[in-house]
Structures are given as structure tokens and as C-alpha cells.
């Protein structure tokens, strides 16, 4: 059973950092895109970022620049490491896998 199991969520001031991660088991993962969204509160869920099994990684605009994905293929984790966070920036993210599998989400909330 493919299960997917996000970490590393929480409450920073803006300006701050945080580092997602995705720990992926019951599977084989070595060539399925890793990807990650978010969902602000009344808002639908948006792709922020993938990277494909060779690495090739891919951003939405909004954070270009301060996102950074990432994977450890033998681990089978996939990385999201946010910088210069916004308050725009809140919402729950969660992890994507061979576009199919789904995490359960973990809350980053930004304040001012």
C-alpha cells in the first residue's frame, strides 16, 4: 500500500524558513515525478512545484526563487525547502506522487 507521509509543517514569522519533507513507502518511486502543492483556506489546491525522476525541477512563478524541491531517491523522500516566506505563502501543502498518490498534508502558516 503506497502511503505518503509529510513533515516539517508550522508557524513562522515572514521572512522565515521552513523544510518540507515527503517520506514515501510501499512502492517503487525511482521513476515517478515528485511533486508538491498547497491549499489556502477557501482557495483550490495549486501545484507549486516537481521534479521529475532525473531531477529536472519545475516551479510556479510565485516562488520561484525561494522554493527550492529536491529528492533522495534511496530514501524514497522528496524535499521542499522554502525561504523568504510570505503570508501569502500559508496553506496547507501536501505531496504528490506519479501523479496519483497523495499525502495528508502538513500546515505551514506565515505570520507578519
Known amino acids: 500500500q503506497v502511503q505518503l507521509v509529510e513533515s516539517g509543517g508550522g508557524s513562522v514569522q515572514a521572512g522565515g524558513s521552513l523544510k518540507l519533507s515527503c517520506a514515501a513507502s510501499?512502492?517503487?518511486?525511482?521513476?515517478?515525478?515528485m511533486a508538491w502543492y498547497r491549499q489556502a483556506p477557501g482557495k483550490e489546491r495549486q501545484w507549486v512545484s516537481s521534479?521529475?525522476?532525473?531531477?529536472?525541477?519545475t516551479y510556479v512563478d510565485s516562488v520561484k526563487g525561494r522554493f527550492t524541491i529536491s529528492r533522495d531517491s534511496a530514501k524514497k523522500i522528496a524535499y521542499l525547502q522554502m525561504h523568504s516566506l510570505k503570508t501569502e505563502d500559508t496553506a496547507v501543502y501536501y505531496c504528490?506522487?506519479?501523479?496519483?498518490?497523495w499525502g495528508q498534508g502538513t500546515q505551514v502558516t506565515v505570520s507578519s
Open positions: 504528490a506522487a506519479c501523479g496519483k498518490y
Open positions: 510501499g512502492g517503487t518511486f525511482d521513476w515517478c515525478e
Open positions: 521534479i521529475s525522476p532525473l531531477g529536472t525541477t
